[in-house]
């Protein structure tokens, strides 16, 4: 994507956020303002509060399906005001990641492929008066995200940085199965692993599952909620690429009292190794 | 609406669901790789899950307030993944529905005209790998908008198939008053019927109410939530044109232990027979 | 801003409610039948149902950050079909209000300035029929938004009014301290108050507290969430420019049994009186 573009080809922006709507829309306040009019998007708002592992999981898989060159701002910040840093992630794709330097945006980054971060200097902001120190979100990213999403390059926001990293929990392979958790909750209950789907073989269409209060229990790999059977508990390749675990028209998450960080240990049956 | 048109006279997209904000966003990112900023409007994304009747209710209220032409993109689609089919239907005021073949999508089309409705074809969407079987919304759904959005016609994504019918509860008229149902329960826990208003006679100002533990309740007919008293069970015509009970400054839907599904007896009081 | 400019340049409108998303889509659809692309802007619908005062405080620290000349559309109307008039409020620095006349528009016209407001003839809306007597969002604020998104003048819409006053409650300047009250409760529990932070002194590190279960505490004045240690109570100066009270990584609502409304005592330490 060009660089100092005219205002009709701004890029996106998108935001996601624990810090619920009425915070954000100071966020789009200060974005709109400078912005052409359609290119804020909402993701999502109302994040499990102060959930960084669980934010890093879903900002990665929305925001991978934009298009590249677009901002990606996040607002999942229990530090804000602390020493964590404002930083911006330029990426390989040209999209850039706007949020706190606590590990929330390197698991998209390593995705789109990290280019470089820079620290976000206030100085580069322009002088309009901060109120309070706790929302960076309206203070310093979006002010930031103007910038970006009108051309300015990465660099010229502050000094070079190495980021914070953190990934999403590895699973582990094991000779007849695998250990894994869960790293999200969707709103159906439905526990999203990170054991990657293609671990699976196949052709198996069992698995023993022990994660909560199911211990050793069998279930049919299905494709789909209906094919458990309503009220049973069943396992899926999930949208994500891992598997799930779910209650077909009913919640995981209580069937099992499982949640996110919940260890998830998964055997495949006799004569389905797999890959 | 022309087709081929270019694409700064793309169609808008309307999104409706039951999968929260972080699954729509996926749907909202591959949506905005392909059309121009600000045809993505996002409707509701917390209706009641797996609630395929409360959904065709209430997207038809929300749909026919939009222009004709629109694309709307429903995922309310407990059956993902299973033998219900993803659809495209034609109507003939050129809006296009798209969604899963379980009838969420029938009172809209019938109300606004259904000439036609196709099965989407994998194929005709490009080969993108799908990632699991449960997110058509995202996989299906989505690239099929875009194709409809920017001037592909409906007839080009499938075949032609009679899509499932389904329509809201149809309410009884009875010689000294009407029998019917809960159809929605609004945020504010107001009770929608599917009995229409103008069943009841303009100058009826006293109505006889069963629902849930209310047995035998005359009630005023007002025309404002206030004019009922503070905390007292009122009845008026809804903005959806159908008869809706509330609690003034409550919550109707506690107070009678009513939901969606609920029946509800109404009795004309004498002297006020109806249409 | 220009008059009778052209579609592309229509104003920004601004949706703020406690209506839900399902009822707020009927407004979308209204206005987005008559605006360009890109012009609506969801700001929150799940505010407090029925709660003006607070909602007129959440308004006015989102609707701030808009451009000058925005429209803001505020749907918290629990008088809706009674006497309380439909209003447009004309601001100073050409933004348009519209809303009910029960002062919840009335802190936003002061900050922006009040030129004049008009109460809402229906008959300048055009003819089309109403659905009940439930829903001025769609049935009145919606078109009358379209009007002045698109050069209409605020006097065109009806007559001259004094609009209903309403203020944040105001906060009591003591010798050694302040009372004030709680005026919003954020998404984490946060207890926003309506005591101006800059009463309190820049060198202040310390604050007595008496607020709901909290009795005469003494808290360490911190300038992030992190600083006063996880699951602690303590207090900073908010993004609203009023003290803030909560517990490091918990709920201070809970904690302390307070609301909107609930009475907030603090008190300076010695040697740190202020302005």
């Not at 040209?94 to 330097?101: C, F, T, W």
């Not at 671990?199 to 023993?208: E, K, N, V, Y």
Request: charged content about 25%.
């Amino acid at each position: 994507m060009a660089r100092r573009h005219g205002l009709t080809s701004a890029r996106l922006v998108t935001l996601t956020s624990d810090v619920g709507a009425a915070y954000a829309a100071q966020m789009k306040g200060r974005l709109l303002s400078s912005l052409p009019p359609g290119r804020v998007v909402d993701l999502v708002h109302d994040l499990p509060a102060h959930g960084v592992g669980e934010a890093a999981f879903v900002l990665r898989a929305m925001a991978t399906t934009f298009p590249a060159g677009t901002v990606h701002v996040v607002v999942v910040d229990p530090g804000v005001g602390g020493r964590r840093a404002p930083i911006v992630i330029d990426c390989l794709d040209d999209s850039r990641l706007v949020g706190p330097d606590n590990g929330v945006l390197y698991p998209l980054a390593e995705t789109l492929g990290l280019r470089a971060a820079y620290r976000i200097s206030p100085r580069t902001l322009g002088d309009r008066p901060r109120v309070g120190t706790t929302f960076d979100g309206r203070d310093v990213f979006a002010p930031a995200a103007v910038l970006l999403a009108t051309g300015t390059a990465p660099r010229r926001l502050g000094p070079r940085v190495a980021p914070r990293r953190y990934s999403v929990p590895r699973p582990e392979k094991r000779l007849d199965g695998a250990r894994g958790e869960v790293v999200h909750v969707d709103r159906f209950g439905n526990l999203i692993t990170n054991v990657p789907t293609d671990w699976l073989s196949p052709t198996a269409d069992r698995i023993g599952l022990s994660c909560g209060r199911a211990r050793g229990r069998s279930l049919r790999v299905v494709r789909s909620y209906e094919a458990a059977g309503v009220g049973r508990l069943g396992v899926l390749g999930s949208s994500f690429g891992s598997i799930e675990l779910f209650v077909s028209g009913g919640r995981a998450d209580r069937r099992l009292g499982a949640r996110v960080g919940s260890t998830v240990r998964l055997r495949w049956y006799d004569g389905r190794r797999t890959g």
